[in-house]
């Protein structure tokens, strides 16, 4: 039956969808293939949530006859059956709206090759969520890498800055790739498994040796832990391992922009996520390595630096990467606060910042199409000439600051929470202060959007209404996850019990 195959098939049908699509020739027919691929991606991503919310247990699919761990194991819990469900619900929203872009900005000829990297970049995405095998981690890192680096790289046709981005980010990816490749080989070393679940068993075995004076092993599991966070950092683009992001973010096509702004660094984060609690245990990552210090202090000054980056500027699309910068720092603050709350902050900013910076960049993509350029110039009067891609603007930058009633506004309350639960007052007023910032860039746009006036002799036309209202369609969600947040407080809360932080 379908629906106990669903782990495999949300893997295989879009890594084959990606494979079939260049031979579709024209540009047209490639978009359409992989826009009703992706829609069926998501229907399956919210049936296997469904199903992992009513078991008792996380869904185990063994791959092949050999029962785990000597089988490759696919492995769903509330966590990943939730960032699935970001991923594939962003890769389908983002397909359909990116139509109009990517005929503007890529060439005829190299279109339906787009498309079939777009998609190999979503499974890719995905093998990493719902597998249950470390080194797999790896192989479908290096797929949804790959493709990144084609995507952005596509951007030249529209910037020639896109080459230089993209080998900047191939350069740092390949480091942080290296990095995650040997600290799993570290622990592969010690272990003998690459089951997670195995492996995990293995490792808690050793640190109750350690715990009785037999230090076998330690400098090596300490080693790979090492290799494992700074892979995890650089992926992440977590403060100061960011170089890589803003160029990548601005010259890439607009499409791109918005796809990997709200999956790329989530599937990160996941990953950090995984092999902290459910791997190496938060005994090990925030006692004996203090994981969660380190943590709180990149996320901290992520926050307060990407947003003050942010400010200076012109570029709507460089600013909303520098952004993007402070927005995963609250992410990380979370992730190293290691309790409750933080971690259902952190878990909730990870829905949360999809949704809103998706949407934005989408709506930069809608003033691209119509005005040729993502400058700050190109947004004078757009409040008059386009007023739903301005509202769009206005109502993502109202939840990036975290206004009541938005869903940015959730999260950091789960953050200040989860701070002041350890009398942790520093990154508390990080999270305020990062807020305090990002309203001066929001204002930046609003009021070059309503209140400059446009630049003489002008027409934009009419909207491109395929790419707005796909935008709103994600604000939209920011905002009613912000006046609604039971259904991602209690995903969230699913996803930290999962992570065995609650009973």
């Not at 790979?224 to 890589?244: C, N, R, T």
């Not at 930069?364 to 190109?378: C, I, K, M, P, S």
């Not at 739903?388 to 993502?396: D, P, R, S, V």
């Not at 947040?485 to 065995?500: C, I, K, Y």
Request: proline share 4%; charged share 10%.
């Amino acid at each position: 039956m379908i629906r106990d195959n669903l782990p495999v098939l949300l893997i295989v049908i879009p890594l084959l969808a990606g494979l079939v699509a260049p031979f579709m020739r024209r540009g047209t027919a490639a978009w359409a293939w992989v826009a009703l691929v992706s829609w069926l991606v998501l229907a399956a991503a919210v049936a296997l949530l469904q199903q992992v919310l009513a078991a008792p247990d996380p869904i185990r699919y063994p791959m092949g006859s050999w029962k785990a761990p000597w089988s490759i194991e696919l492995r769903v819990d509330a966590l990943n059956g939730f960032v699935a469900l970001i991923v594939s619900s962003i890769g389908a929203i983002v397909t359909f709206a990116a139509r109009a872009s990517v005929e503007r900005e890529i060439s005829a000829d190299r279109q339906h090759i787009f498309w079939g990297v777009w998609m190999l970049c979503i499974g890719g995405l995905l093998g990493i969520t719902l597998t249950g095998d470390a080194f797999n981690v790896y192989v479908m890192l290096e797929i949804a890498s790959i493709s990144m680096y084609a995507l952005i790289a596509m951007g030249r046709d529209r910037d020639r800055r896109a080459l230089p981005a993209t080998i900047n980010y191939v350069m740092l990816g390949s480091i942080g790739a290296c990095f995650i490749l040997l600290g799993i080989g570290y622990l592969y070393m010690v272990t003998g498994t690459l089951n997670m679940v195995d492996m995990a068993e293995r490792l808690q075995a050793l640190q109750a040796r350690w715990a009785a004076g037999d230090l076998a092993y330690r400098r090596t599991v300490l080693a790979g832990y090492g290799f494992l966070m700074a892979g995890f950092a650089i992926k992440l683009a977590l403060f100061p391992l960011h170089g890589w992001m803003p160029n990548a973010y601005t010259y890439a096509p607009s499409a791109v922009s918005a796809l990997l702004s709200a999956t790329a660094t989530k599937v990160g984060a996941y990953i950090a996520f995984r092999f902290m609690f459910t791997i190496l245990g938060t005994t090990f990552c925030f006692r004996t390595m203090r994981s969660g210090e380190v943590l709180v202090v990149c996320g901290v000054l992520a926050t307060l630096a990407g947003s003050y980056f942010a400010i200076r500027q012109n570029n709507v699309k460089r600013l909303l990467a520098y952004s993007s910068v402070g927005q995963i720092g609250y992410i990380a603050i979370g992730l190293g606060l290691g309790n409750a709350a933080g971690l259902q902050g952190s878990i909730i900013h990870l829905f949360n910042h999809a949704m809103m910076k998706s949407g934005l960049f989408l709506a930069v993509a809608a003033v691209v199409l119509r005005t040729g350029g993502a400058d700050l110039r190109n947004l004078r009067g757009i409040g008059r000439r386009m007023p739903l891609t301005a509202a769009a603007i206005l109502a993502g930058g109202l939840a990036l600051i975290g206004m009541p009633f938005t869903a940015g506004f959730v999260s950091k309350w789960y953050l200040v929470a989860g701070a002041l639960q350890q009398n942790a007052f520093v990154p508390a007023l990080a999270v305020i202060g990062g807020s305090l910032l990002a309203a001066v860039y929001v204002w930046r746009l609003v009021e070059t959007a309503y209140v400059q006036d446009p630049q003489p002799g002008t027409d934009v036309g009419r909207e491109p209404l395929s790419i707005v209202l796909p935008a709103w369609l994600l604000i939209g969600a920011a905002i009613y996850v912000g006046v609604d947040a039971n259904m991602t407080s209690a995903l969230s809360e699913a996803a930290v019990r999962a992570l065995g932080v609650l009973p």
